[in-house]
């Protein structure tokens, strides 16, 4: 897993614990899932 991976990890489950509400939103806004919509 690559650092910037990583890191999201950490700052997703942060989230998840402490502000359940924005989840969705920063899931949206994950640097990994729009560079894979930008090659398809």
């Known amino acids: 897993m690559e650092k910037?991976?990583?890191?999201?990890?950490?700052?997703?489950?942060?989230?998840?614990i402490h502000h359940p509400d924005r989840l969705p939103a920063v899931q949206l806004m994950r640097p990994t899932l729009l560079l894979k919509s930008l090659k398809e």
């Open 4 to 16: 910037g991976e990583q890191h999201w990890f950490e700052y997703e489950h942060y989230l998840l």
